[in-house]
């Protein structure tokens, strides 16, 4: 995983050599709007992903590099010379939003890995308490539905 993360990096690093790009930009967004839920979700579900491999604090701070990789992008590479690859600038909020969403995805891991722990380990019936299906006696008289 350090190697995809190392070259991703290195991919935008090697595509604005040469051309007017490395001068640092920050892009001040507000905290709210359809970017942020995407930055919430998409940490919510590289977590996920990174998770289903390995151990969840590794995949809490693989996504995090992941998305500081990604705004480190957007700060270097601007979006008017090279399009949807490029970025606005550095956005703290970007940044800390998509921590947030790795911080849910913990939190839900975490909560759901107490639930299933505490179904599984649900108190038995005592044997003594347990009646056989056999012991009980149903006394129930059976209607004929056909004499109405």
């Keep these: 995983m350090k190697k995809l993360v190392v070259f991703i990096f290195l991919f935008y690093v090697a595509n604005s050599y040469g051309q007017d790009y490395f001068k640092w930009r920050v892009s001040h967004e507000r905290w709210v709007g359809k970017d942020k839920i995407l930055h919430v979700t998409g940490s919510y579900l590289i977590c996920a992903g990174l998770h289903s491999r390995c151990k969840l604090h590794n995949a809490m701070l693989l996504t995090s590099l992941i998305g500081l990789t990604w705004e480190i992008k957007d700060a270097l590479v601007p979006y008017e010379k090279v399009g949807d690859i490029g970025g606005r600038g550095f956005s703290y909020t970007d940044y800390?939003?998509?921590?947030?969403?790795?911080?849910?995805?913990?939190?839900?891991?975490?909560?759901?890995?107490?639930?299933?722990?505490?179904?599984?380990?649900?108190?038995?019936?005592?044997?003594?308490?347990?009646?056989?299906?056999?012991?009980?006696?149903?006394?129930?008289?059976?209607?004929?539905?056909?004499?109405?």
């Design 96 to 148: 800390m939003i998509g921590n947030a969403g790795i911080l849910l995805y913990a939190s839900s891991s975490f909560i759901y890995s107490k639930l299933n722990k505490r179904s599984k380990s649900r108190t038995k019936i005592p044997e003594e308490l347990k009646i056989a299906f056999e012991e009980i006696n149903f006394h129930l008289p059976i209607e004929n539905t056909n004499d109405r």
